[in-house]
């Protein structure tokens, strides 16, 4: 059983986040699921991200880390969209990190160090004409990681969706939302 923080995406706490962390759930693994938001959920993507702007992104980012600070070290990092951003910085930096999901995102390794760390399995999941994950350099950035990393993989879904693995959004597609949770169980069955 792999412990898991998965950080939700920019329009907040969702059902949909909450129904992905309870998938995890049912696999055995225990999940926690952090409100970077103090509450607030956002009907749109664009409101989402207005609110992230207005808060501050290093605020944002900053209550993620802490929310892992009550954790212990031997944890897997995840998250959608915005919620990339804690959990991969936590993944590249934290002593004892377990692991990384990486979802509708990925930042260049060098935001966070000079290398992904050695024996940190990655996986980064994004739609191959999301134009927020293909278009704004996100999908080149987990390109380089995955091709200068051991133990890291890309999974392209067909589709143009942002978000898509979110149940309780519009922007969600079913059966990628599907194969995306089970490659993410069996990933996390894997470090058992």
């Known amino acids: 059983m792999a412990e898991v923080v ?15 962390a309870a ?23 664009e409101q989402g991200i207005g609110h992230a702007s207005r808060t501050g992104f290093g605020t944002v980012m900053e209550r993620g880390i802490a929310a892992a600070r009550a954790l212990g070290e031997d944890v897997v990092y995840a998250g959608f969209s915005l919620g990339v951003m804690p959990a991969q910085r936590l993944a590249q930096t934290r002593p004892g990190a377990r692991g990384a999901l990486l979802v509708d995102a990925c930042m260049p390794v060098s935001e966070f160090g000079e290398a992904w760390p050695a024996g940190v399995p990655v ?20 390109r380089e990681l995955t091709a ?17 693995a979110d149940s309780s959004l519009s922007s969600y597609d ?3 939302a599907e194969l995306l949770t089970g490659r993410a169980i069996a990933f996390l ?3 058992r």
């Open 6 to 20: 998965l950080f939700h995406h920019a329009q907040g706490l969702t059902p949909g986040v909450e129904a992905f």
């Open 23 to 45: 998938e995890l759930r049912r696999a055995g693994h225990t999940v926690h699921v952090p409100d970077l938001y103090e509450g607030h959920t956002f009907e749109t993507l």
């Open 123 to 142: 996986q980064v999941h994004g739609m191959d004409g999301d134009p927020f994950f293909a278009d704004e350099g996100d999908l080149d950035a987990a």
């Open 148 to 164: 200068a990393t051991d133990g890291a993989e890309l999974f392209l879904y067909p589709g143009k969706n942002h978000l898509f």
């Open 174 to 176: 079913r059966s990628a």
């Open 189 to 191: 069955n894997g470090l």
